[in-house]
């Protein structure tokens, strides 16, 4: 027999039954206990075969089976292998980074089951309490129906609030769904009623048969949700399973709570890192048994196993937290498409600011293009103002004229988002008198001064230090912060409002967990007058308030080495500004900048992202880059420079390639992380078959390498950041 066990070669392995184990128990994707070297290793059978290019007496016996039945399918078998051919990684290492912990170690996979809690009859009449926490833990339950319990733990409420509102008899707890939720009657709670473009959108992706994809490029608030909720109602129906894939574990519970308030009983799961190994476990059988109708989750839930699949949603598609950026470099969008083509189901791919890759397929006419241009709550589109603050005094990255504006809808009780992409207190210090910077010693980089912990943090490669008193090159004590972060906007923001509640949702403000939930709902409930963040706050959160978006650091996108700068930028800004206007009334959105000039952004002020989209295309062209032609980036990092530019160099062959471009080996746009340094060589081909043939002569030529073992390196097919 054929197995993958979990081992960085690029390879699979040969076992041979013990007499012991009966073949006709044996079967494709079951899991053997076998000897590796001198240890006992999990490996998944891959083909039965009777014969082997191994001596009889080379090959080893099987210790046992595991399993008694399969626990993933020949269709799944086939998505992992395409998936690590298309990335050139291991194949047993990608097959068990599918897999939930639990089964990447041999144990049971029914090992497990997870507690749910739900209302009764009287807690669904929500009685008034007295303690505060079971009252909110009452609210929340009647938002988002029966939930896991970790999954209630998670949004912050302690174990003795759960047993007392169950004491109580206001909720109680069970086991696990059932698939009786195929062949009951859907029940689906009152809808809008749809406007004609989602009308159109709706009956197209409802008519389609068999594989298709669909772009639904639809403007901020232009009700793309309610698009994917009418469409699956279809899709559950018929009794099948769906997919929705979100970019941050931030969004899904407010996505699961709207999912499950439309339909009550129908059972909704969440997927995401925060999860326990338990109830990843659990999930994944739960999918896999076809208990669960909807998997709400995170980049990872695309090698979730489904019984019957109807359809993949993608939203928010163009962001970059698809792409895995470690070990496995996986874009999940991309494998959305491969694994709808497998099932013959629709893709639908939602955003209000499309990947040009994506938009490239769709004006080629690979994906269908639906467009909603009008915005659910108003008809008015936001208002945008270019604000040119060279030479004007800044007030923590706050020119005048934007302080005037937030005052001014302050006035108006209504609340005011303030965008800066860049935690802390400031990105460095500097002295007064000589200059110094307070730079990371082990990155070519500064360090972030967080004035709340009173300490320098280097967000590459987390080294924290204090603060000095002193400059340590001349003594001065004349130190001082340079540049802006979200934790100075706070500080100055509250003194300018000193009455008016503010909020900060940042990667340091939400450590706690249910800490942003806690903070989102705040806002929601208009504790909160003035907001702050980074993209946390970006993404795809509904501030019916919100009237005034203030976007600061916008230059920080318009002059990159990265070919993608701009492409990211447009659509933050227009994310962004989406927060805005939301409630009926049209909002407006200011840009700080010191090129108001810029090309990029009067393109984008004056005729909004999709135009610009279709212009950057053009450029893309011309220069002949992606989507227009094929990239693979080969990273490598050592302490050693000399050993690392010698290890590059080794794979630059000294006659060009054809239909292949190299270009390096060049350093990296942070050359050093955490005392390494990194250099890179870029692969790019006009035909992708090339490309990938290239690729795999490559990565076989860098496993035999014995300068390869000496250095850290990994290739990134298709990558969306040169960094």
């Known amino acids: 027999m054929e197995v993958a066990v979990k081992v960085p070669l690029h390879r699979s392995f040969d076992y041979v039954l013990p007499q012991s184990i009966s073949a006709q128990t044996l079967a494709v994707g079951m899991r053997v206990l076998v000897p590796f070297g001198n240890r006992q290793v999990t490996a998944l059978v891959l083909r039965i075969k009777n014969s082997s290019e191994l001596a009889a007496d080379k090959i080893k016996a099987v210790i046992k089976l595991i399993d008694n039945a399969p626990i993933i399918d020949s269709t799944h078998i086939e998505l992992l292998k395409f998936t690590a051919r298309y990335y050139h990684y291991p194949l047993g290492e990608t097959l068990f980074s599918a897999l939930p912990k639990a089964l990447r170690i041999g144990e049971d996979i029914d090992k497990t089951s997870i507690n749910y809690l739900q209302l009764t009859e009287k807690g669904e009449r929500l009685p008034t309490l007295r303690a505060n926490k079971q009252q909110a833990l009452l609210s929340q339950l009647a938002k988002s129906g029966k939930s896991p319990i970790t999954e209630v733990k998670a949004l912050g409420f302690s174990k003795a609030t759960i047993d007392a509102i169950v004491e109580k008899q206001l909720a109680e707890v069970s086991i696990e769904f059932a698939s009786h939720w195929r ?34 490029e639809g403007v901020t608030g232009s009700g793309k949700t309610e698009v994917y909720l009418q469409c699956l109602e279809e899709v559950l129906k018929q009794g099948k399973q769906a997919l929705v894939l979100v970019p941050e574990i931030g969004l899904t519970p407010q996505t699961v709570n709207r999912f499950r308030r439309r339909f009550p009983n129908t059972p909704i799961m969440l997927w995401h890192s925060a999860l326990t190994d338990n109830e990843r476990l659990q999930t994944w059988r739960f999918c896999q048994k076809g208990s669960c109708a909807i998997v709400i989750g995170t980049r990872s839930a695309i090698f979730m ?18 792409k895995q950026q470690d070990s496995l470099r996986y874009h999940a969008r991309d494998l959305a498409a491969y694994r709808a083509q497998q099932h013959h189901i629709p893709l639908v791919l939602g955003t209000a600011t499309p990947a040009l890759e ?51 809808e302050l006035a108006r009780q209504k609340q005011v988002m303030v965008f800066l992409n860049r935690r802390g207190f400031s990105p460095s210090l500097i002295c007064h008198e000589c200059g110094w910077l307070s730079d990371c010693q082990r990155c070519s980089t500064s360090a972030t001064y967080h004035k709340s912990m009173r300490r320098l943090v280097c967000h590459h490669c987390g080294e924290q230090s204090a603060p000095p008193m002193q400059c340590p090159d001349c003594g001065s004590t004349q130190i001082n912060p340079v540049g802006c972060g979200t934790e100075q906007l706070e500080e100055a923001l509250s003194e300018q409002f000193p009455d008016v509640a503010l909020s900060r949702i940042d990667r340091d403000s939400t450590r706690k967990k249910g800490s942003l939930e806690e903070e989102l709902e705040r806002i929601n409930q208009g504790g909160a007058r003035i907001l702050i963040g980074t993209q946390m706050l970006a993404k795809g959160h509904h501030f019916a308030d919100v009237s005034l978006v ?50 990029l952004l009067q393109d984008l002020v004056n005729n909004g992202y999709q135009h610009f989209a279709r212009y950057a295309l053009n450029e893309r062209q011309e220069t002949d880059l992606p989507p227009y032609t094929h990239l693979a980036l080969l990273r490598a990092e050592a302490h050693d420079l000399s050993l690392l530019l010698r290890f590059l160099s080794d794979l630059v062959p000294a006659a060009p390639v054809p239909k292949i471009q190299l270009l390096g080996p060049i350093p990296a746009p942070l050359e050093r992380i955490a005392g390494k340094f990194r250099y890179q060589l870029h692969i790019q081909g006009e035909d992708r078959g090339a490309l990938h043939a290239y690729l795999g002569q490559m990565v076989s030529y860098l496993t035999n390498n014995k300068l390869a073992q000496k250095v850290r390196w990994n290739l990134d097919v298709d990558p969306i950041d040169m960094m």
């Not at 933050?572 to 206007?581: D, K, S």
């Open 358 to 408: 994506t938009l490239h397929r769709a004006i080629g006419g690979r994906y269908h293009l639906l467009s909603l241009t009008q915005r659910a709550q108003t008809s008015t589109d936001n208002h945008y103002q270019l604000i040119d603050i060279k030479g004007q005094h800044l007030d923590a990255g706050l020119s005048h004229a934007s302080l005037a504006y937030i005052k001014r």
């Open 183 to 216: 062949t009951d009657e859907l029940k689906v709670a009152p809808k809008p009623k749809l406007n004609a473009e989602q009308a159109v959108a709706c009956s197209t992706i409802n008519q389609s048969a068999g594989y298709a994809s669909f772009l639904l």
């Open 550 to 599: 203030v976007i600061l650091d916008v230059d920080a996108g318009l002059h990159s080495c990265d070919f993608r700068a701009t492409e990211h930028l447009a659509q933050l800004i227009t994310q962004v500004a989406g927060r805005a206007g939301r409630s009926g009334e049209p909002g407006t959105v200011l840009l700080q900048t010191h090129f108001p000039e810029h090309p």
């Open 305 to 322: 196993p489904f019984l019957q699949l109807g359809m993949i949603i993608v939203d928010e598609e163009h962001d970059s937290s698809f």
